[in-house]
């Protein structure tokens, strides 16, 4: 499903209205991260262990606007259908690519609207957290409407039972409710150099460096892992669209781009990722990602 550009928004019938649904689309997204507390991350979360989960919210309407504009200029996490290389492949991607004024500037009729679905609960065992929404009348010059902010709260590792979401709607958006799985935090370790492979796209020279995980008990849409160097933390990541089989070798070459400074270790992020639809009033389309990740930081030799 392609969350952006997913489809009209509900305008008025007639002329007008047709023309304005032709350009203006309209997407919820509601993303749910767990992942361990920072600072006390062991390999496997044993039962009873605090995470942390954090929510976020961006339910919008926008048009004259392409959706990667729309995705740079609202910060929006990560899309699986558009920022990730093809399965068992390696990428180069750059996260510091924002969207300003000019991405914009060529079309006085770029905007984008924050729609309003009243306060959005999630409800996980023994805890909850609502995001509530604060309206802005300008963020930027085409940017206005609901803002909805983050909240995090800790919860206990190891629970199976579904998290309920819920919202009593609002004056753009109607009520919705679903109740979504937290796919297993993938627990990656690193095992000895292999030979090289052709992951990632050609041969590699070197060993590579195998990466393994807990497999999912139950399927998840999407695993990636995502790198960086530990002496340019804000330069370009390497992402890996991997099938979660419990292994993946990345080629020394690409560990070598990572770390030209040959400190002997890169940052990891390992990614698990479930979408689960929604339909609300309102939306276009609208999806859940709900994400458990890891961070660590890997010998590489």
């Known amino acids: 499903m392609a969350l952006l550009a997913a489809g009209c928004s509900g305008e008025p019938a007639g002329p007008a209205g047709d023309e304005a649904a032709a350009t203006a689309h309209s997407f919820g997204l509601l ?5 361990p507390q920072p600072g006390n991350e062991p390999a496997e979360p044993a039962a009873g262990t605090s995470l942390e989960l954090s929510a976020t919210a961006h339910l919008a309407r ?3 606007l392409d959706p990667d504009q729309v995705a740079r200029l609202l910060a ?22 924002d969207a300003d004024e000019e991405d914009v500037a060529h079309d006085d009729e770029g905007e984008i609207d924050l729609l309003e679905a009243g306060d959005i609960r999630i409800v996980a065992p023994a805890r909850s957290l609502a995001l509530r929404p604060r309206s802005f009348a300008g963020l930027l010059p085409f940017v206005s409407g609901t803002v909805y902010q983050e909240a995090q709260i800790n919860v206990a590792a190891g629970f199976e039972q579904p998290i309920e979401i819920g919202a009593a709607g609002g004056a753009t958006v109607g009520g919705f409710g679903l109740r979504v799985l937290l ?5 990656v370790g690193v095992a000895a150099p292999v030979a090289a492979t052709s992951a990632g796209g050609g041969a590699a020279s070197g060993a590579a460096l195998e990466l393994r995980w807990t497999v999912a ?5 999407t695993m990636y892992l995502e790198l960086q160097g530990t002496e340019r933390p804000a330069g370009p990541v390497l992402r890996c669209n991997v099938d979660d089989v419990g292994r993946f070798a990345v080629p020394r070459r690409l560990l ?9 270790s890169v940052l990891l992020e390992a990614v698990r990722l479930r979408r689960t639809p929604f339909h609300a009033r309102g939306l276009g389309e609208a999806e859940v990602r709900v994400i458990a990740s ?8």
Do not use: V
């Open 31 to 35: 993303t749910l991260r767990i992942a």
């Open 294 to 301: 890891e961070r660590q930081r890997l010998a590489t030799h």
């Open 183 to 187: 796919p297993a935090l993938p627990a």
């Open 76 to 97: 929006l996490p990560l899309d699986p259908q558009r920022e990730l290389p093809a399965l068992d492949e390696c990428g180069w991607f750059d996260p510091t690519r």
């Open 256 to 264: 070598d781009a990572l770390d030209p400074m040959d400190t002997g």
């Open 217 to 221: 008990r139950a399927a998840a849409e």
């Open 62 to 64: 926008y048009r004259a």
